[in-house]
């Protein structure tokens, strides 16, 4: 059971990063990054079963800072759109004040 677990955690996690290298789509960027951090909370959760309740802690702790990147990571999205008309990253050159 905790062999599939991490090899599913495995697959999802390199969806993720392939999906990180190769689009500029900001939102799409966003959902790879929780992708990758959903398969870092099943490792964790699979783990917990050999070494007791510490990895449910931790899922706990990165649902927690997953949300908030969610959070403020839309909110800039939404402003660059705002102000570019356009959320693919490759457009933008350069980040002025």
Known sequence: MITEALIVSAILFAIGVVGVLTRRNAIILFMCAELMLN????????FSRLHGVTGHVFVIMVMTVAAAEAALGLAIVIAIYRHFGTVD?????TLRG
């Open 39 to 46: 398969a870092v909370n099943l490792s964790f959760v699979a």
């Open 89 to 93: 990253l490759s457009n933008l050159r």
